[in-house]
């Protein structure tokens, strides 16, 4: 396994329950740089809004994956989750509605976030 890095690793989740493994991919991404040590951003846009809310990560199913609530609880612990503000806004999703720990910001944080010093983006 990877040891400790210096590096942040920001990750963009595009797609929910609509794409399914490239849901999954992203969170499986996310919580295993989490595991590896690795400084993590979790940002969630489009359909992957969803998951901020309680209890809708336990309704993701994909054969042969990690359930979902159990990598967004990893990525949670150690971690940092955000949702997008326009995502959330057209979701009717406000800050109140949200899970512990996740936070609503819009693209200008997540320009800054991606692109601060040894940051890595992916987009899923």
Do not use: N
């Not at 040590?37 to 994909?62: H, I, K, N, Y």
């Not at 609880?73 to 509605?97: E, F, K, M, N, Y």
Request: net charge negative; hydrophobic share 50%.
């Amino acid at each position: 396994m990877l040891g400790p890095m210096a590096r942040t690793l920001v990750v963009k989740a595009t797609a929910g329950a609509d794409a399914p493994e490239r849901c999954a991919q992203a969170f499986t991404v996310a919580a295993t740089a989490v595991a590896a040590g690795v400084d993590v951003s979790l940002w969630l846009t489009g359909e992957s809004t969803w998951f901020v809310l309680p209890g809708r990560a336990q309704e993701f199913e994909l054969p042969h994956s990690a359930p979902l609530a159990e990598l967004l609880h990893v990525i949670l612990t150690s971690g940092r989750v955000t949702a997008c503000t326009q995502c959330a806004a057209r979701r009717g999703i406000g800050p109140d509605d949200v899970l512990p720990g996740v936070r609503i910001a819009g693209a200008a944080a997540f320009v800054e976030e991606a692109l601060a010093d040894g940051a890595q983006a992916l987009v899923y």
